[in-house]
């Protein structure tokens, strides 16, 4: 499955484009450009398997990394920082990793 399965590629290049800039990545403000929040949770979850690269149940900062990618292999890697925010955002549980359950949460919050 493809993310362009569940969102519009429009709209995924229009948050790709927005957050072109290193540092200018704002998870909240991605998901709602790119059409995420208006879904049901069923997709969130979806997506959230996609973007689980190694398949383990969790999202890590390495996958984080390349979040951007997953969702339009041109885009850049995030930066550090913007890599570190997203976690301590979205880690709920403070374990280092965010779960499908963290992710769907914040998407949809």
């Known amino acids: 499955m493809s993310l362009s399965s569940i969102l ?8 790709i484009k927005d ?5 200018s990545f704002c998870p909240k403000k991605f998901f709602t450009q790119c ?3 208006k879904k049901s ?3 969130v979850k979806k997506v959230f398997g996609i ?6 149940g969790f999202v890590e900062e390495e996958e984080l990394k390349f979040f951007l990618q ?3 292999p041109g885009a850049r890697v995030l930066t550090d920082k913007e890599t570190k925010g997203f976690l301590s955002a979205a880690d709920d549980d403070s374990d ?3 779960g499908a359950d963290e992710f769907q949460a914040m998407v949809l919050s």
């Open 8 to 15: 519009s590629a429009d709209a995924i290049d229009s948050a």
């Open 19 to 23: 957050c072109q800039a290193p540092d």
């Open 35 to 37: 059409g995420l929040t």
């Open 41 to 43: 949770p069923a997709d």
């Open 51 to 56: 973007l689980d690269n190694d398949g383990n």
């Open 70 to 72: 997953r969702f339009s």
């Open 96 to 98: 280092g990793r965010i």
